[in-house]
């Protein structure tokens, strides 16, 4: 799948106004108007369409910088090719041609700047073992959303009725009020106030959905998680949401990732820290132990002479970092743990070991507070 960036031709840091002008060349030179029934132009229409409603939204840039294609739900699967038609994508960008350039305006009645209503978007949580962030995984999500009525297949009028055109904007769903002013007439276009944009009226609402036409459902979704993401990370699916009613575009599912606490390590940024408790002479003579990792286990080489606090760091053993091949680090902290009871076997081991060392008075060292 092409990188967006390249599809609009910009870099990167491009600004918004950047991307909207160099969208607006491509659709110009690629619009089906100036290249009838050429497929190829249409493909390369729709591809431009698809970068640049994701990086147009600030919001969807910054999951799509951060994580790529999975970061917006996979736009070139569940995005334009897979559920929006040349006339939606006209209708949602047709502001960016600008006057003169509107095929569509006399035919579907809306006129430029005409825009396809969008139902609510749906927010969930997802919940993500450090195994899972480690390795990526695919997730199957049971969700409640807006979908269609079934007894009146989503138009909201009883069985055996149907809807009828709103006569106060002949089925348009939209207004038109001209008004005079000082530099002329001016055309303004609204919703009409009495279908609520629809252009239809029901006067037998369905007993199932109330009129709305919708009813909440349980569904299965399948999702990708990459792996590397954190808490607070989310994806969007676009049109995954609620549906909406009629002429409405349904809204996106949005994920966002939350994590589990592990039993024995905390994450800080891609690397992972845990605590490991040794024993005083193990730390007086140094010993090689096997640690848990994200990844199984692994061998640690633990140095003689070492003190309580101090780090080991296993490199490459923490996350990956998103969007790159290197992972973060494992850092081990060690715990020297000094014995409460003693036999008496011990003590005089400890005493005749005591009597060897010249240097046996305390040290006194300057703290450094945060």
């Known amino acids: 799948m092409r990188d967006y960036y390249d599809i609009l031709g910009v870099q990167k840091s491009a600004s918004s106004d950047d991307i909207k002008k160099s969208y607006r060349k491509i659709a110009m030179k690629y619009h089906p108007d100036k290249n009838p029934n050429d497929a190829e132009a249409e493909k390369k229409f729709k591809e431009a369409a698809e970068a640049y409603s994701v990086l147009s939204d600030d919001q969807k840039r910054q999951q799509y910088d951060q994580f790529g294609h999975a970061g917006v739900g996979g736009a070139g699967a569940q995005g334009f090719q897979g559920g929006m038609s040349m006339e939606d994508i006209l209708n949602n960008f047709g502001d960016i041609f600008g006057d003169g350039f509107d095929p569509f305006g006399g035919i579907f009645g809306g006129g430029r700047g005409s825009r396809v209503k ?26 409640k959303r807006l979908e269609h009525c079934d007894p009146c297949a989503g138009s909201g009028a009883k069985s055996g009725t149907m809807p009828t055109s709103c006569e106060q904007c002949n089925g348009a769903g939209q207004v038109r009020q001209v008004s ?11 919703e009409c106030p009495i279908c609520t944009g629809t252009g239809q009226i029901i006067k037998n609402p369905c007993n199932s959905c109330g009129g709305s036409g919708l009813t909440r459902k349980d569904v299965e979704i399948k999702i990708k998680v990459p792996s590397g993401v954190s808490h607070g990370n989310y994806m969007t699916l676009n049109q995954q949401g609620n549906k909406g009613p009629k002429g409405y575009q349904s809204g996106d599912l949005i994920i966002f990732f939350e994590e589990e606490e592990h039993s024995v390590f905390t994450r800080n940024g891609e690397d992972v820290i845990a605590e490991i408790v040794i024993q005083f002479y193990d730390a007086a003579l140094g010993l090689t132990v096997e640690v848990p990792t994200l990844d199984g286990k692994a061998k640690l080489k633990i140095p003689p002479g070492i003190q309580s606090s101090q780090l080991l760091r296993m490199r490459g053993k923490g996350f990956p970092r998103m969007r790159g091949s290197s992972r973060g680090d494992q850092l081990m902290r060690v715990h020297v743990d000094t014995p409460q009871k003693l036999s008496s076997k011990q003590k005089k081991l400890l005493d005749d070991f005591k009597n060897t060392n010249n240097d046996t008075n305390p040290k006194f060292r300057r703290i450094e507070l945060d």
């Open 118 to 143: 969008k139902a609510r978007d749906l927010k969930v949580n997802l919940k993500l073992s450090y195994v899972d962030i480690y390795n990526g995984v695919s997730k199957t999500l049971k969700i």
């Open 180 to 190: 005079q002013s000082f530099f002329g007439q001016s055309v303004s276009v609204r």
